[in-house]
């Protein structure tokens, strides 16, 4: 640990006696915040220790606004959700999906277009898949989303692949729970949000 951390002991700050490649975290939360509220630091490709996407809301929920993080960690990455703005949870019906907790996936093609509002986001393509998996072991298929009057925050770990891997692809927040067998897709209904990875 750096002595010099002009933060104090228990937050997160960049040790650059170590070079501006190595990333030093005390305290997720605080820097969480902190990057929300507008800070960004960047690394150069390989080297980064932590790329991200800021997601927003299209048409059917425009109030969605979040960040997410894939940091580097050993034998893997440790993806970090940070969101506000969710639907109303909805139970399911007869004939109509719930809305939530919401599916939460990686996808192969990192443009956030609305294109059909009424289908948004259909420009980021299908989930990533990268060693040709069904559906429920893609390596984009990420726990739901739970919100909490509208807010959600996650951590969890994965070691399929690290943060430089998913540059240019997006996130996507979905209207229903992923099942994690429907093929190819999860049925996870309407795409919500969009961020690019970068």
Partial sequence: MNSNNPYGGNHAYLDTSVGLQTMVWHNWYYWMNRMNSGGSYWFYPKGRSMTYAKIKGGPLAPHINGMVYFIDVPGGTEVCINVSGLPPYQPATKDKDPIGPHGFHIHEVGICEVGD??????????????????????????????????SARMCFFTNRFKPWDVIGKSVLIHESPDDYRTQPAGDAGRRLACGVIQ
């Fill in 117 to 150: 509002p009424k289908e948004p986001f259909q420009s980021a393509g299908e989930h990533w898949n990268p060693d040709n998996q069904p559906h429920g072991n893609h390596a984009s298929d990420f726990p739901v989303i739970f919100s909490n009057n509208g």
